[in-house]
């Protein structure tokens, strides 16, 4: 009798255990029912308790101080504050989408399915890595406000002295060292590719100029981190014996995903006051705004 | 020894019988009352909107710490926010003249139309939530895994389209929140490398927030967007059925 070779397992359709079965008709639509009842009811009590927000009418010339985005989009604007700002709009969530979608792509394995942290080890990695993402991204942003070194100088009369002011933000990398002048204006590209833009402007002879601290601070830096940090907690978890499959490095990427996102959209909701300063939610206050003034991130 | 004989059929029964096995009841629908596993299964498969379901599920599905209906409860989001964006649309006009006067008198003279916006706005907000929780059941289950990869991936779609579906709908109530949250969210949109002045140009119809953006925003939150959803939707919940239902272990 022939028998087929198969290279990988190939995904079959589950036999059906009707024994263990029970008719949707009444058994989940009942469960619907309730949930839709109960998300009907608290919505309709939470709408008659809390007026939906309407502020005066729009006026292009009066900007309120903080200008903020909606809440869901708060984690890119606070973001924004720390890099280049095509990386944190746009280059960096569209990234993190297309990794999100590739998840299934990546890791293949049909076992750990259907069941909550079925696989050994998961609750395990899903909870350190939530903790790393939280407690990273908020050290992350302590540091570039310039937080922890205000603390460091204030409660131990420390501040590094002159030699270590660079060490304050990421910003103050590209101000406070010594960068030679040919460093901030680096010719790198014999032409101009400025085809796509449509501006027209400068000619095929217009040389393109990179001003490497900038680009360190804004590009370079913010990429290391965001892409070496995951990885350094997955090998170090790989090094643990935590993370021994795909899954599990999936695991450790999205939970610390999970927390970073919420603490970026915590912050950029609750503590980011006037100037995009970080405050306390209790001293968030929102003034009207100068007329005239555009909104600066 | 006592002969068991049928009862007489009550004042009740009579009516009964009148209301629900007559011509005209039976032409709607076709399957007795769901008091038998036959007819339970037949008014499932033979329902148009109960047929998203199969008519039998396993077992672990039906436990409300399963899945928590979060799935089911964002596509109930999407129903209810059609249903209060149809009430609002009857009083709201998209131009800049008239939006906020609109937006006032909604709020203040037309009949239940603070609680409309105020459940049109509490919704939106759970839908996001909704789906994100979503999205993190699916994963923690294990149930993006082959064979549902495609649906992994549709359902990342779906995500994008509900933040662009908030997102639109920001803009129309045209305050001080709505316009600068906007001016805020195409700059960002407007920051990206190449395409993005001409995509924050081609979203706000001009260089900033105006009278353009206003229309755009709306007739992409009203029709659009919601299209665009309910086409992702059902392939969303075709390919549910098709994959086999619910992940569970192999």
């Known amino acids: ?23 949707v008709w009444p058994d989940l639509v009942f469960v619907e029912f309730i949930a839709a009842m109960v998300f009907t ?16 009418q729009a006026n292009a010339d009066v900007t309120p101080n903080p200008s903020k985005a909606p809440w869901y989009l708060l984690n890119l604007q606070e973001l924004l504050l720390h890099m280049n700002p095509a990386m944190a709009g746009i280059i960096i969530p569209t990234v993190w989408l297309i990794i999100l979608g590739a998840f299934p ?46 603390l460091l100088h204030d409660w131990f009369k420390w501040s590094g002295g002159d030699q270590l002011r660079f060490l304050e933000n990421v910003r103050s990398m590209q101000s406070q060292l010594p960068w030679p002048d040919w460093s901030r204006d680096i010719t790198y590209l014999p032409f101009n590719l400025r085809i796509l833009d449509g501006s027209g402007s400068g000619g095929p002879t217009t040389f393109q100029h990179l001003d490497f601290p900038g680009w360190l601070v804004e590009q370079a830096i913010p990429i290391v981190a965001l892409m070496g ?16 499959n795909r899954r599990d490095a999936l695991l450790a990427l999205f939970s610390g ?16 006051g006037q100037g995009q300063e970080l405050v306390f939610p209790w001293e968030l206050k929102v003034s009207e705004g100068i007329p005239g003034q555009e909104p600066g991130h | 020894m006592a002969v068991e004989s049928p009862t007489k059929p009550t004042i009740a029964d009579k009516i009964y019988d009148k209301m629900f ?62 249903v209060t964006g149809i009430l609002l649309m009857f009083y709201y006009v998209p131009s800049v003249d008239r939006a906020y006067l609109d937006m006032q008198n909604i709020t203040t003279t037309v009949q239940f139309g603070q609680l409309m916006r105020n459940l049109h706005r509490w919704m939106a907000h759970a839908m996001v939530i909704l789906v994100f929780l979503h999205m993190m059941r699916v994963f923690y289950t294990g149930a993006y895994k082959p064979p549902r990869e495609f649906n992994w991936i549709v359902g990342v779609i779906l995500l994008v389209l509900t933040f662009l579906l908030s997102f639109t709908g920001y803009l129309l109530p ?16 407007g920051s990206a490398p190449v395409l993005g002045p001409k995509t924050r140009f081609w979203l706000l119809g001009g260089f900033e927030v105006g009278p353009q953006s206003l229309i755009r925003f709306y007739t992409l939150h009203v029709i659009g967007l919601p299209l665009l959803a309910a086409i992702f939707m059902a392939v969303h919940f075709w390919r549910i059925r098709r994959d086999g239902g619910l992940a569970r272990p192999l």
């Open chain 1, 41 to 56: 009811i608290t919505l309709f009590f939470l709408s008659v308790v809390i007026n939906a927000p309407l502020l005066d």
């Open chain 2, 21 to 82: 096995h007559n011509y005209v009841w039976k032409s709607i629908f076709r399957t007795g009352y769901p008091n038998t596993p036959r007819n339970q299964m037949l008014v499932v498969a033979t329902n148009v909107f109960l047929h998203l379901h199969p008519t039998r599920i396993h077992r672990t599905h039906v436990k409300i710490t399963h899945t928590y209906c979060l799935g089911g409860l964002s596509f109930f989001m999407f129903l209810g926010l059609t």
């Open chain 1, 105 to 150: 792509y990546f890791d293949r394995e049909t076992d750990g399915q259907g069941a909550w942290f079925s696989t050994e080890g998961s609750v395990k990695i899903t909870i350190v890595a939530g903790i790393v993402g939280f407690v990273g991204t908020w050290l992350l942003i302590l540091w570039d406000s310039g937080k922890i070194a205000f």
């Open chain 1, 229 to 244: 940090l995951p990885c350094m907690m997955i090998y170090i978890m790989w090094r643990m014996g935590w993370v021994v």
């Open chain 1, 1 to 23: 009798m022939a028998t087929a070779v198969v290279a990988r397992p190939v995904a079959r359709p589950q036999a059906r255990a009707r024994d263990e079965e029970v008719l």
């Open chain 2, 174 to 189: 045209w305050d001080q929140l709505a316009f600068w949250a906007i001016t805020v969210g195409t700059n960002i949109a």
């Open chain 1, 257 to 272: 995903f999970v927390t970073a996102y919420g603490v970026l959209t915590l912050t950029g909701t609750a503590f980011r």
